[in-house]
């Protein structure tokens, strides 16, 4: 298969590369520099040329993972323009692209967040309920919007909302382990918020497998199907890594520090299920939290020791 992909610098969209291309299949890497390589194609969805129009014929799907990163900083005004502009004009310039296309792809995969709903305290979400509250929500539901006018020109849109992702080498956990390494980390709050996570492993997983599947079409909740709330998260964090969470983080302090994104990314109770996933056959390989961060921190320890990984994303088979 062919596919362009874009975001392929940043955590998910490397790891999606890298297992694509394992697969044998051609992938089209669009960057916002200039274009280095044969498979790749300087792209800025302000102005698409014909030359990038060209090299973009004959896909099989363009997978689009590029925004502007939401906790790069606080949410000034400004910041959160750019947050915003970002997760439209990418999908909004892609599907014009496509629209004009001889031959357009079959499937476009547009990112999105389980921010769609915001916070929810202890109600069970699935794609069916509502968009919730806040700036979060306001930026998932509109780039899902742009991502859904593909559709009318023929084109599978699906819109995965992905919740907290958790992998080596980059994501939440290059955050946290080093705090919970130093045993200064602990819940956030009450730590009684739903956390809805997912391995990437899944995550990169989940996407082949929209891709595969075209019964998929529309919102996609991509989380493990067991949440925890996040006091339960952070003992099995600290527990990986041979730690206890002794500390916790007060909400006014977080507050403080983190202004609106305290409330929004790291205080909101997001409780979801992957129900789209589940009924299409989709089987995760890290369905519970434990599981997943033992195999992440040995693979990490495997790869120091200059091991080969257990279970390398390339060789994981869920069909």
Not at 219 to 230: F, G, L, Q, S, Y
Request: contains cysteine; charged residues 25%.
């Amino acid at each position: 298969m062919k596919y362009a992909v874009t975001g392929t610098s940043g955590f998910i969209g490397s790891a999606l590369t890298r297992r694509l291309e394992a697969e044998g299949h051609e992938v089209i890497r669009l960057v916002r520099r200039p274009a280095e390589r044969a498979n790749e194609v300087e792209w800025h969805p302000r102005s698409v040329d014909v030359e990038q129009r060209l090299r973009l014929e004959g896909l099989d799907a363009i997978v689009n993972l590029a925004g502007a990163s939401l906790a790069a900083g606080w949410w000034t005004v400004a910041r959160k323009e750019e947050i915003l502009r970002s997760r439209v004009e990418g999908p909004r310039a892609l599907v014009a692209v496509m629209a004009h296309l001889n031959h357009r792809p079959r499937t476009f995969v547009n990112a999105s967040a389980i921010g769609f709903y915001g916070d929810r305290a202890d109600e069970e979400l699935t794609e069916r309920s509502g968009q919730g509250e806040g700036f979060l929500a306001d930026v998932c539901h509109v780039a899902e919007e742009e991502a859904k006018i593909a559709g009318s020109v023929g084109i599978r849109s699906v819109m995965m909302r992905f919740g907290l992702v958790l992998g080596s080498g980059g994501g939440v956990l290059a955050r946290l382990a080093p705090i919970f390494r130093a045993g200064v980390g602990g819940p956030l709050g009450n730590g009684q918020q739903w956390v809805s996570w997912i391995a990437l492993d899944d995550v990169v997983g989940a996407i082949l497998h929209v891709l595969r599947e075209t019964s998929v079409v529309g919102p996609v909740n991509t989380v493990a199907p067991v949440p925890v709330r996040n006091k339960e998260f952070s003992r099995a964090l600290a527990r990986a890594l041979g730690r206890r969470a002794f500390f916790s983080v007060p909400e006014f302090v977080l507050r403080a520090i983190f202004l609106e994104m305290a409330d929004e990314m790291l205080l909101a109770s997001t409780r979801v299920r992957p129900q789209r996933l589940l009924e299409s056959g989709f089987r995760f390989v890290h369905p519970e939290l434990a599981g997943a961060l033992q195999s992440i921190f040995m693979g990490m320890r495997l790869r120091k020791s200059g091991l080969p990984s257990p279970n390398p994303a390339g060789m994981i088979q869920r069909h």
